[in-house]
């Protein structure tokens, strides 16, 4: 009987073992460069993430501050205004209060309380027991230069 010179499964599984175990010492050390550098990756972009949150925040605050200081523009200017209308409105009735001192009024119309309205539709004056707050009110006005 012959010999077999070929390998039995055992010895196949030898061969791959041995194979794989060059394979793994040849790419250990590429594989530790790999996760190095993907440790470094990741804290860059950790780094880079927090970064960006701080700028967001700072510029959320800048946002914040810059509506912030609208509003008080926004709230002066109204005051202003408010101040202004009602110096002007002041005016006018001190002007106005002078006037009828003076009966010196220009272009107005003088509007005088004559009455309420009865529920017949007639003109009734009005007395010191008289509730006007649910009554038709009749005015007379005349205008004046």
């Known amino acids: 009987m012959g010999k077999n010179k070929g390998l039995s499964t055992i010895g196949y599984a030898i061969v791959l073992v041995i194979i794989l175990a060059v394979v793994m010492i040849i790419s250990a050390p590429m594989m530790a460069d790999k996760y190095k550098g993907d440790k470094e990756k990741q804290q860059t972009q950790k780094d880079?993430?927090?970064n960006?949150?701080?700028s967001r925040q700072s510029r959320s605050d800048d946002i914040m501050l810059f509506v912030h200081e609208e509003m008080r523009n926004i709230e002066s200017r109204l005051?202003?205004?408010i101040d202004a209308l009602e110096m002007r409105q002041s005016?006018?009735?001190s002007i106005g209060s002078e006037s009828n001192y003076n009966e010196e009024i220009s272009?107005?119309?003088v509007c005088e309380i004559e009455g309420i309205k009865?529920?017949?539709g007639n003109t009734v004056p009005i007395t010191d027991?008289?509730?006007i707050t649910a009554q038709k009110i009749v005015f007379v006005c005349e205008?004046?230069?």
């Open 91 to 93: 005016e006018l009735n």
């Open 79 to 81: 005051s202003s205004r």
């Open 118 to 120: 009865n529920e017949f």
């Open 129 to 131: 027991d008289t509730d």
């Open 143 to 145: 205008y004046r230069r």
């Open 52 to 54: 960006r949150q701080s």
């Open 48 to 50: 880079a993430m927090q």
């Open 107 to 109: 272009d107005r119309y």
